[in-house]
């Protein structure tokens, strides 16, 4: 018998053995967390909290031992957090608080899941982060911020946490990898724009995942047969994202930081050189003054189009941010719809945000006399804002036409 067989994982070649399988969960969580970490945005989506962030608070918290969690996390999210602020993809106040608030919520999970339970601490931590993220935006912004208070969505992220979890536990390895792998698909069907083939899937995904669980474990082949349908369903739901025409929106504005003009830092440069573009850069010099203010808000999905709408209502000198922009909403044509989130219809009942920056004021509407019920035809920059609910603008709009 060998001295392993004799004695399990005792002696050096046990310690090595453990060493290595810390390691790797140190590097999964890591990696994990980096990449889950790239999806903040300054405020939260509509329906998914902060981000996937909360889905590897949650995995990590539950599966991993207090140190592997700790560092695995920690660096994470610290990373994540600093691709965000190289990129201009996010405040600095927003990525300093990032990492604060959610290595607490680790810390309050890891500690009290063996006293407190897996259900009791995951739902404190959640809770205190979403107190947090309220407290702060509150604290920063006003009562303009109370969209911080949509983190509690962050809770739906402690139910496929908990299936990976359990199917670890069991060794059911791919039936966790695909938990993971689902967590995603649902997530990117609803952050942005909604894709009802994706996430209709991944909902049945899930009901498969709950139906493999109650399978006892003697009966191999029922488990075999669900785990093939599951696996069935999220390659399908995989598939319907992909071919979706909206996932390019979808990727771009929730993975903005990885681009590569993002890390060039020339996502507000002009990539279209029809005539009817501005040209260079067209966030100017990130004033109130010279361009577009406080950029790090706006996610920048496409540099150059053109919209005919409706306008349904009028604000001069009073956008969201203060920044004496006139701004105007627009009821698209419906060729047009597909420009407008799921933020859109959640803060701005359907309609596409216009916004002329001080700068061009003079250029575009000195000659106009706009009116609501008015038929325009509007030319810019089509973005998200990450700081009011991702709703869909046009920000800078350099160009205003009245149809009728």
């Given at each position: 018998?060998?001295?392993?067989?004799?004695?399990?994982?005792?002696?050096?070649?046990?310690?090595?053995?453990?060493?290595?399988?810390?390691?790797?969960?140190?590097?999964?969580?890591?990696?994990?967390?980096?990449?889950?970490?790239?999806?903040?945005?300054?405020?939260?989506?509509?329906?998914?909290?902060?981000?996937?962030s909360?889905?590897?608070l949650?995995?990590?918290?539950?599966?991993?031992?207090?140190?592997?969690?700790?560092?695995?996390?920690?660096?994470?999210?610290?990373?994540?957090?600093l691709?965000?602020?190289?990129?201009?993809?996010?405040?600095?106040?927003?990525?300093?608080?990032?990492?604060?608030?959610?290595?607490?919520?680790?810390?309050?999970?890891?500690?009290?899941?063996?006293?407190?339970?897996?259900?009791?601490?995951?739902?404190?931590?959640?809770i205190?982060?979403?107190?947090?993220?309220?407290?702060?935006?509150?604290?920063?912004?006003?009562?303009?911020a109370?969209?911080?208070?949509?983190?509690?969505?962050?809770?739906?992220?402690?139910?496929?946490?908990?299936?990976?979890?359990?199917?670890?536990?069991?060794?059911?390895?791919?039936?966790?990898?695909?938990?993971?792998?689902?967590?995603?698909?649902?997530?990117?069907?609803?952050?942005?724009?909604?894709?009802l083939?994706?996430?209709?899937?991944?909902?049945?995904?899930?009901?498969?995942?709950?139906?493999?669980?109650?399978?006892?474990?003697?009966?191999?082949?029922?488990?075999?047969?669900?785990?093939?349908?599951?696996?069935?369903?999220?390659?399908?739901?995989?598939?319907?994202?992909?071919?979706?025409?909206?996932s390019?929106?979808?990727?771009?504005?929730?993975f903005?930081?990885?681009?590569?003009?993002?890390?060039?830092?020339?996502?507000?440069?002009?990539?279209?050189?029809?005539?009817?573009?501005?040209?260079?850069n067209?966030?100017?010099?990130?004033?109130?003054?010279?361009?577009?203010?406080?950029?790090?808000?706006?996610?920048?999905?496409?540099?150059?189009?053109?919209?005919?709408?409706?306008?349904?209502?009028?604000?001069?000198?009073s956008?969201?941010?203060?920044?004496?922009?006139?701004?105007?909403?627009?009821?698209?044509?419906?060729?047009?719809?597909?420009l407008?989130?799921?933020?859109?219809?959640?803060?701005?009942?359907?309609?596409?945000?216009?916004?002329?920056v001080?700068?061009?004021?003079s250029?575009?509407?000195?000659?106009?006399?706009?009116?609501?019920?008015?038929?325009?035809?509007?030319?810019?920059?089509?973005?998200?804002?990450?700081?009011?609910?991702?709703?869909?603008?046009?920000?800078?709009?350099?160009?205003?036409?009245?149809?009728?």
């Open positions: 018998m060998s001295y392993i067989s004799q004695y399990g994982l005792q002696g050096p070649v046990g310690s090595m053995n453990l060493f290595r399988k810390s390691a790797l969960n140190i590097l999964f969580g890591f990696l994990l967390t980096f990449i889950c970490s790239l999806t903040l945005g300054n405020a939260p989506y509509a329906f998914v909290g902060y981000g996937l909360a889905f590897a949650f995995f990590i918290g539950l599966n991993y031992s207090r140190k592997e969690a700790l560092i695995g996390y920690l660096s994470g999210t610290v990373s994540g957090a691709v965000l602020l190289a990129t201009a993809s996010v405040f600095p106040i927003v990525g300093i608080a990032f990492v604060l608030v959610r290595v607490l919520q680790l810390f309050v999970l890891i500690y009290l899941k063996d006293k407190k339970g897996i259900l009791a601490s995951s739902l404190l931590a959640a205190i982060g979403s107190f947090m993220a309220t407290l702060l935006g509150l604290a920063y912004y006003g009562e303009g109370l969209s911080t208070a949509l983190s509690f969505y962050d809770v739906i992220y402690l139910l496929p946490a908990y299936l990976a979890a359990r199917f670890l536990k069991s060794r059911a390895i791919l039936m966790a990898v695909c938990v993971i792998l689902f967590t995603f698909i649902l997530f990117l069907s609803v952050s942005t724009f909604l894709i083939y994706s996430f209709s899937l991944s909902v049945i995904f899930l009901i498969s995942s709950f139906f493999y669980l109650r399978i006892k474990e003697s009966n191999i082949s029922a488990k075999r047969i669900t785990m093939g349908i599951a696996v069935i369903v999220l390659i399908f739901s995989y598939i319907f994202f992909l071919t979706s025409p909206s390019q929106y979808v990727l771009r504005s929730t903005y930081a990885l681009y590569p003009d993002s890390l060039n830092k020339a996502q507000w440069y002009q990539k279209n050189s029809s005539s009817e573009c501005v040209q260079g067209l966030a100017g010099d990130w004033t109130e003054e010279g361009g577009v203010y406080d950029p790090q808000r706006l996610r920048v999905i496409d540099t150059c189009v053109t919209v005919i709408g409706t306008i349904v209502g009028i604000f001069p000198s956008g969201p941010a203060s920044d004496n922009d006139f701004t105007l909403d627009l009821k698209l044509d419906p060729e047009y719809q597909y407008l989130s799921l933020g859109s219809y959640w803060f701005k009942s359907g309609y596409l945000h216009i916004e002329v001080p700068k061009d004021q250029s575009v509407l000195g000659h106009l006399v706009l009116k609501p019920g008015m038929k325009i035809k509007v030319t810019g920059v089509w973005v998200l804002d990450t700081d009011h609910g991702w709703w869909s603008e046009i920000h800078p709009a350099w160009s205003i036409e009245i149809l009728s």
